[in-house]
């Protein structure tokens, strides 16, 4: 179907089914975080274990991606997008079901791979519907559904968790993705061009290698050593793995992913940034729950109640962002999301298990910083002629959505550690380890914040950085 034949109600309809689809399966990224203090005491296992639910996932998210921009070229929109939503909704239905934590990660897999493509394939869709003009306000619409999802997820958990026990996390995107399941097979028609094509096995199969063996190593580097053969195999893995895939792809004639998308500096800085802000925000995501939970010894519906207020925020402001990028550009808005993300994590930092109030501000200003993520990749994926879209947007997804692994992954480890070193009563070692843990994630913020001054808006520059 041509763009220009397409009426305004009709993208309304695909925006709405798109949105709908990626809430559900957003959620998911970090919903089980809430529930982790539950699990681990059901299925009897480690908070080093359980944090695979959430990393894991990422992980899997990020190595899909890439694959979209193959998928999105070979098959037909509809049956592509109907196929990912079915395989979401199978992976629900396994987890609900679940007795022990090796069958709830197969689940959790499923739903992975199936968000992975549904996050990249969305953003392709919705930027090829819609003129570049309007891409900052649809994106800042849609990433209502990336941003604010993951971040209200925790919150709307933890009251399904009271009442359902973890299972209840799985039943609000059930019923999400069934309605979409069934606005796909209606309403979503075949939007993007395809073409026979080959899928390289091995460029894939080098892809997961060099995530999951990079995600694996830097997850294990803090709470088993740089040296632990559970550090160093994984991470030589992956960088072998990373390289032997640049390699293949420079060889291809039809590469798997074109990597020449590298060569516009424009990009590459809002990979970087975009990478660091994920994983700052998803460190958040899992920490927070536990603070409140562990910590400072709450339930977890009420733990859900503290988060929904940097949620709100979220909601209300990234609309606005989409509309800020489009009017003013991507510097002043970076600039602004991570000040508020260095303040709230360097006040965390500093507070008692007493001062349950100034931790719910605090994190509710951190929580501003999610609101650039959709027009920071729009500004990235612009920097590309269209033909490279695809790839750039699978690119930026699964980097993004790996630099948010690696942070729960980190971020989870080293609270662990220090928690473990700390003499004290649960939760005053709990509150140490979150101390030095929110102390790192500032410094983080810091830095992105300082990579904002070089992002250089359209308007003033028209190259690349």
């Not at 929904?308 to 510097?331: C, N």
Request: charged share 10%; aromatic share 8%; net charge positive.
């Amino acid at each position: 179907m041509e763009n220009s034949e397409m009426s305004a109600s009709k993208r309304k309809l695909i925006f709405i089914n798109i949105v709908v689809a990626c809430i559900a399966s957003s959620m998911m990224s970090t919903a089980l975080s809430t529930g982790l203090p539950s699990i681990m005491s059901d299925l009897d296992i480690s908070a080093s274990l359980a944090q695979w639910l959430s990393s894991g996932y990422m992980l899997c998210m990020a190595i899909m991606m890439p694959a979209t921009a193959f998928l999105v070229k070979r098959f037909r929109t509809r049956v592509l997008f109907t196929g990912v939503v079915a395989v979401y909704l199978a992976g629900l239905v396994i987890d609900i079901l679940a007795m022990d934590f090796y069958t709830l990660m197969f689940g959790r897999i499923l739903q992975a791979c199936s968000n992975g493509v549904l996050m990249a394939m969305g953003q392709i869709i919705l930027m090829t519907i819609y003129p570049v003009a309007n891409h900052g306000s649809v994106l800042g619409w849609y990433g209502l559904s990336l941003t604010v999802a993951p971040i209200i997820a925790p919150a709307v958990s933890g009251v399904m968790i009271d009442a359902f026990t973890w299972r209840g996390v799985f039943i609000i995107p059930l019923v999400f993705m069934s309605l979409s399941l069934v606005a796909s097979v209606f309403t979503m028609p075949d939007i993007l061009e395809t073409a026979r094509s080959r899928f390289d096995v091995p460029s894939f199969a080098l892809c997961a290698l060099g995530f999951g063996g990079l995600t694996l190593g830097v997850g294990n580097m803090v709470s088993m050593g740089f040296v632990s053969p559970a550090t160093l195999v994984p991470l030589v893995l992956g960088v072998v793995g990373a390289v032997l895939f640049v390699r293949r792809q420079s060889s291809l004639e039809a590469p798997f992913l074109n990597l020449v998308v590298f060569r516009h500096g424009r990009f590459v800085l809002a990979v970087v940034v975009g990478m660091l802000f994920y994983g700052v925000i998803l460190s958040l995501s899992v920490l927070m729950p536990m603070y409140f939970q562990n910590g400072m010894g709450y339930s977890a519906a009420m733990s859900g109640v503290f988060l929904i207020f940097g949620s709100l925020l979220v909601a209300v402001t990234s609309p606005m962002a989409g509309k800020w990028y489009d009017r003013r550009g991507i510097r002043s808005l970076v600039l602004l999301s991570a000040g508020a993300l260095a303040v709230g994590c360097l006040g965390l930092s500093f507070l008692t298990a007493e001062m349950v109030l100034a931790a719910v501000v605090l994190y509710t200003v951190a929580a501003l910083g999610g609101c650039q993520m959709m027009p920071m990749t729009a500004w990235g994926i612009n920097a590309v002629p269209n033909e490279l879209k695809a790839d750039a947007t699978s690119l930026i997804n699964s980097l993004r959505t790996l630099g948010g692994a690696l942070g729960m992954a980190l971020s989870t480890g080293l609270m662990e550690v220090v928690s473990s070193g700390i003499t004290g009563t649960p939760s005053e070692c709990v509150m140490g380890g979150m101390s030095v843990t929110f102390m790192v994630l500032a410094v983080v913020s810091s830095l992105i914040f300082v990579l904002g001054f070089l992002l250089r808006d359209a308007s003033k520059a028209s190259g690349t950085p």
